[in-house]
T-cell receptor, first 115, second 111 residues
Framework: DTAVSQTPKYLVTQMGNDKSIKCEQN?????MYWYKQDSKKFLKIMFS???????INETVPNRFSPKSPDKAHLNLHINSLELGDSAVYFC??????????????FGPGTRLTVL | TQLLEQSPQFLSIQEGENLTVYCNSS?????LQWYRQEPGEGPVLLVT?????EVKKLKRLTFQFGDARKDSSLHITAAQPGDTGLYLC???????????FGSGTRLLVRP
């Protein structure tokens, strides 16, 4: 059973298009995250939701909009895609979003390539 | 400038050798985690250290949190090809939801 799943695994699209990435976790966790990993493998937080409420919103262009229909899902919609959006996007979840023992479980990633 | 700097960035060693990866910051963290990421997959947690000076062992891997909780190290004894991967340290700052990731160390263990 996959704990954190993302679809699609690969996404190739043209500049200017709008695309969505879906994430689901079956761990019963309260908090979910989106991270972006660039070509140098640097992993940076983009958004975090706790019980469907946005709690972290880093300096991300407003072309990126997360949506959490319920606790188990956190989707990422991207408008007007740009070349610089090419990266691997990881979804993650944790039991709690607060505190020292914040173990995060990551999905397999979605490799987005913007042409 | 990244909050957590890892060194070295890349390490290629022969099977059986020992190695140490460092994770340094000028900031204090309430805890520090180490993850390993394999190609095409997401990071997987190896260990969490929470107390200054704490040492944790996971088979051939030894993790240490600095006394001042600003740095950490990962030591691997007798490295094996299965240890190959990207090692990421990540710190939790006091009163924060955020996990701050380090710059990463790519380890290649040659048979």
């Amino acid at each position: 059973d996959t704990a954190v799943s993302q679809t699609p695994k690969y996404l190739v699209t043209q500049m200017g298009n709008d695309k969505s990435i879906k994430c689901e976790q079956n761990l019963g966790h309260d908090t979910m995250y989106w991270y972006k990993q660039d070509s140098k493998k640097f992993l940076k937080i983009m958004f975090s939701y706790n019980n469907k409420e946005l709690i972290i919103n880093e300096t991300v262009p407003n072309r990126f909009s997360p949506k959490s229909p319920d606790k188990a899902h956190l989707n990422l919609h991207i408008n007007s895609l740009e070349l610089g959006d090419s990266a691997v996007y990881f979804c993650a979840s944790s039991q709690e979003g607060w505190g020292r023992d914040n173990e995060q479980f990551f999905g397999p990633g979605t490799r987005l390539t913007v042409l | 400038t990244q909050l957590l700097e890892q060194s070295p960035q890349f390490l290629s060693i022969q099977e059986g050798e020992n190695l140490t990866v460092y994770c340094n910051s000028s900031s204090v963290f309430s805890s520090l985690q180490w993850y390993r990421q394999e190609p095409g997959e997401g990071p997987v947690l190896l260990v969490t250290v929470v107390t200054g000076g704490e040492v944790k062992k996971l088979k051939r891997l030894t993790f240490q949190f600095g006394d001042a909780r600003k740095d950490s190290s990962l030591h691997i004894t007798a490295a094996q090809p299965g240890d190959t991967g990207l090692y990421l340290c990540a710190g939790v700052m006091d009163s924060s939801y955020k996990l701050i990731f380090g710059s990463g160390t790519r380890l290649l263990v040659r048979p």
